[in-house]
């Protein structure tokens, strides 16, 4: 009986060892994620300094700096810099909050960052007004003043948005062609002669020689994009062409392929010596 008492007790200290050493290793893992963030860096937050609050806000957002990423972290610091007056800590927690649908929330920063001048948050304050969100009502006008205040910040989506809506927008009242081909070519100017410009613009591109008739060239553009997005190559015979156009126009739905669908579309309207009108869908 004692030799099984003995045993009895050698297994109940092994035990508790065993778990102490489970605790040390959980408390040592909680500092060291707790010192994750130099020293130095939190002193100069709680000396007032925003932009080490910003600092530490992207090492969590991009995981970099031997910080692991975490979203919710960089949240709460972006959130800290911009309580703190830092504009681009405004931006970016706007910019999350946009990205989980908290509309109001958003929009009070990107206000705020637009009060500092910051280009971004002009633009997607324009978006609101654009797609009549967040209980604003759609007003092209409203749009068209922050996109031009984006585009003296050389955001360069401000310029293609405004000129894609300035060619393609149902109310006559909110297009104006010649206007549209000035932004378009603001904005080529901000590409390097080596610099590719996105399909997606090259698309507005488009749209915007369509406005303005010249259709042959809004056809050849709109060509290159199908080309590319529908992985298809056309006949150079025009008849063959205006064919083969009309068939995958036929063919093609949007749940095929959206991007496809949509640039077909729009070449099947060139081809009909028709502008594009699109009314614009929030998704």
């Given at each position: 009986m004692d030799k099984l008492i003995l045993i009895w007790l050698l297994l109940f200290s092994f035990l508790a060892q065993a778990e102490q050493m489970v605790d040390d290793q959980s408390k040592a893992v909680s500092e060291v994620s707790e010192v994750v963030i130099p020293p130095a860096l939190l002193e100069?937050?709680?000396?007032?300094?925003?932009?080490?609050?910003?600092?530490?806000?992207?090492?969590?957002?991009?995981?970099?700096?031997?910080?692991?990423?975490?979203?919710?972290?960089?949240?709460?610091?972006?959130?800290?810099?911009?309580?703190?007056?830092?504009?681009?800590?405004?931006?970016?927690?706007?910019?999350?909050?946009?990205?989980?649908?908290?509309?109001?929330?958003?929009?009070g920063w990107f206000e705020k960052a637009t009060a500092a001048g910051h280009g971004k948050a002009f633009y997607f304050l324009s978006i609101y007004h654009s797609y009549g969100i967040d209980e604003q009502l759609f007003d092209c006008h409203k749009a068209y003043e922050l996109l031009d205040q984006a585009q003296l910040r050389d955001v360069k989506a401000a310029f293609n948005d405004h000129a894609w809506m300035l060619a393609t927008l149902p109310d006559r009242a909110c297009r104006n062609g010649q206007k549209a081909w000035k932004i378009f070519a603001d904005l080529q100017q901000l590409y390097s002669a080596n610099e590719a410009i996105p399909w997606a613009y090259l698309d507005t591109k488009a749209a915007v020689l369509a406005e303005i008739?010249?259709?042959?060239?809004?056809?050849?553009?709109?060509?290159?994009?199908?080309?590319?997005?529908?992985?298809?190559?056309?006949?150079?015979?025009?008849?063959?062409?205006?064919?083969?156009?009309?068939?995958?126009?036929?063919?093609?739905?949007?749940?095929?392929?959206?991007?496809?669908f949509g640039a077909i579309q729009r070449l099947q309207s060139y081809v009909n010596r028709q502008p594009w009108r699109e009314k614009p869908e929030f998704r």
């Amino acid at each position: 009986m004692d030799k099984l008492i003995l045993i009895w007790l050698l297994l109940f200290s092994f035990l508790a060892q065993a778990e102490q050493m489970v605790d040390d290793q959980s408390k040592a893992v909680s500092e060291v994620s707790e010192v994750v963030i130099p020293p130095a860096l939190l002193e100069k937050v709680a000396a007032g300094h925003a932009e080490s609050a910003f600092f530490i806000a992207t090492a969590f957002a991009e995981g970099s700096m031997g910080i692991e990423q975490n979203l919710e972290q960089a949240k709460q610091w972006f959130l800290k810099s911009a309580e703190m007056g830092y504009v681009h800590g405004m931006f970016e927690i706007g910019k999350l909050f946009y990205q989980d649908k908290q509309y109001t929330d958003a929009r009070g920063w990107f206000e705020k960052a637009t009060a500092a001048g910051h280009g971004k948050a002009f633009y997607f304050l324009s978006i609101y007004h654009s797609y009549g969100i967040d209980e604003q009502l759609f007003d092209c006008h409203k749009a068209y003043e922050l996109l031009d205040q984006a585009q003296l910040r050389d955001v360069k989506a401000a310029f293609n948005d405004h000129a894609w809506m300035l060619a393609t927008l149902p109310d006559r009242a909110c297009r104006n062609g010649q206007k549209a081909w000035k932004i378009f070519a603001d904005l080529q100017q901000l590409y390097s002669a080596n610099e590719a410009i996105p399909w997606a613009y090259l698309d507005t591109k488009a749209a915007v020689l369509a406005e303005i008739a010249d259709f042959n060239e809004a056809i050849a553009i709109q060509t290159w994009i199908v080309e590319d997005f529908c992985d298809v190559d056309f006949s150079v015979s025009d008849e063959a062409f205006k064919q083969t156009v009309k068939k995958m126009s036929d063919q093609y739905s949007q749940e095929d392929d959206g991007l496809c669908f949509g640039a077909i579309q729009r070449l099947q309207s060139y081809v009909n010596r028709q502008p594009w009108r699109e009314k614009p869908e929030f998704r």
